[in-house]
């Protein structure tokens, strides 16, 4: 008689631990559900504040099409200091710069590589490319800086860049460093 009283009662702690089973998951998986919706959400923003999920802008080439092999880089040696335009509103009063470090891709299979990208030595075009690159960066200020992605910058940059040669040899431009002050 102990023994079918011990099978019972093991039997019914047993579909007590089902049913409490089945209802924590009908609970927690709605739940879980938000979770992760809201990790996604967040990921999502922090990689457009890294600047890797904004589409390049339109009618500039970036270097997406281009293959690792055919990539060639063209860094500055040095890093400018750029002066941001001033506070509008003149709230802050504070002058404002950006150090930063710039790197060109170029392809190496553009017809126009050889011939206007002298074969990726840019050094004699530097003065004209780091004027360019100064323009384009001091036209914001130090509030725009702070919250848009460097990615609109870097394409702003490309596109001009583009013009200015009148050729899409120069596909992409990164920022080895970008310290805003």
Excluded at 137 to 151: A, G, L, N
């Amino acid at each position: 008689m102990k023994k079918n009283m011990m099978t019972l009662i093991i039997l019914a702690l047993l579909l007590v631990n089902v049913v409490m089973t089945g209802v924590m998951m009908f609970v927690t998986v709605p739940a879980n559900r938000k979770t992760i919706e809201l990790v996604d959400k967040i990921s999502s923003a922090i990689d457009l504040d890294m600047g890797t999920a904004v589409e390049p802008a339109s009618g500039v080439k970036s270097n997406a099409g281009v293959s690792m092999e055919n990539l060639v880089t063209y860094s500055f040696e040095d890093q400018m200091t750029v002066k941001l335009k001033p506070d509008p509103t003149g709230e802050d009063t504070k002058d404002h710069f950006v150090m930063v470090g710039v790197v060109l891709s170029m392809d190496s299979t553009n017809p126009d590589y050889e011939t206007i990208g002298k074969g990726g030595d840019l050094s004699s075009s530097v003065g004209i490319i780091k004027d360019e690159i100064n323009k384009i960066i001091s036209s914001y200020t130090y509030d725009e800086i702070s919250t848009m992605s460097t990615t609109e910058i870097q394409d702003k940059i490309l596109e001009r860049l583009q013009e200015l040669y009148n050729s899409n040899f120069i596909v992409g431009v990164s920022f080895s460093t970008w310290l805003p002050q």
